[in-house]
T-cell receptor
Framework: DADVTQTPRNRITKTGKRIMLECSQT?????MYWYRQDPGLGLRLIYY???????NKGEISDGYSVSRQAQAKFSLSLESAIPNQTALYFC?????????????FGDGTRLSIL | DQQVKQNSPSLSVQEGRISILNCDYT??????FLWYKKYPAEGPTFLIS?????DKNEDGRFTVFLNKSAKHLSLHIVPSQPGDSAVYFC???????????FGGGTRLMVKP
């Protein structure tokens, strides 16, 4: 079983709809992240959380919100989806103990907004 | 403005030869650098990293070189294998933190 699981893997929806992408992890990591990937731009950070009660904006948080329901769960919401939010979305986790711990990624959610 | 850049969108090499992937950065506060590999329909997987106190780190066929004065790092894969065909992302962080800034990626194709 995957250590970092994202659901759904693919989603097609219409402009204006509310969308929730979910992420759960079994790695026991306290830090979780949401990124989006666009061609040629790499991965850009949307939101991150270092603990259940900690939520921080990343580079491109406008139009998104998150919820850290438990240490193992971190969900990303698009309150009113727009076409330029069409992208590949990744959740990641890392261990907060020690310096420079690498991030571990889920397999992504491909989101298309028509 | 992108703080981490991978100027080659793609690279093609012959099996058994060396692959060299390059990455440039602009933020002098970056002190930790990572390379990730990504296959289609999968998430990025951590490959190798280097701290700014070093100029080289080696792990099997993979070696990362860091030139701080030039703000440049490179990933060498020797010998290249067809299974190495993937997109490679360079990433950097500052202050020993977990916040990563990614480059745009380079697609490596290793031909048999």
């Amino acid at each position: 079983d995957a250590d970092v699981t994202q659901t759904p893997r693919n989603r097609i929806t219409k402009t204006g709809k509310r969308i929730m992408l979910e992420c759960s992890q079994t790695k026991g990591h306290d830090r979780m992240y949401w990124y989006r990937q666009d061609p040629g731009l790499g991965l850009r950070l949307i939101y991150y959380s270092f603990d259940v009660k900690d939520i921080n904006k990343g580079e491109i948080s406008d139009g998104y919100s998150v919820s850290r329901q438990a240490q193992a769960k971190f969900s990303l919401s698009l309150e009113s989806a727009i076409p330029n939010q069409t992208a590949l979305y990744f959740c990641a986790t890392s261990d907060g103990q020690g310096l420079n711990q690498p991030q571990h990624f889920g397999d992504g959610t491909r989101l298309s907004i028509l | 403005d992108q703080q981490v850049k991978q100027n080659s969108p793609s690279l093609s090499v012959q099996e058994g030869r060396i692959s060299i992937l390059n990455c440039d950065y602009t933020n002098s506060m970056f002190d930790y650098f990572l390379w990730y590999k990504k296959y289609p329909a999968e998430g990025p997987t951590f490959l190798i990293s280097i701290s700014s106190i070093k100029d080289k780190n080696e792990d099997g066929r993979f070696t990362v070189f860091l030139n701080k004065s030039a703000k440049h790092l490179s990933l060498h894969i020797v010998p290249s294998q067809p299974g190495d065909s993937a997109v490679y992302f360079c990433a950097a962080s500052a202050y020993a933190g977990n916040m990563l800034t990614f480059g745009g990626g380079t697609r490596l194709m290793v031909k048999p």
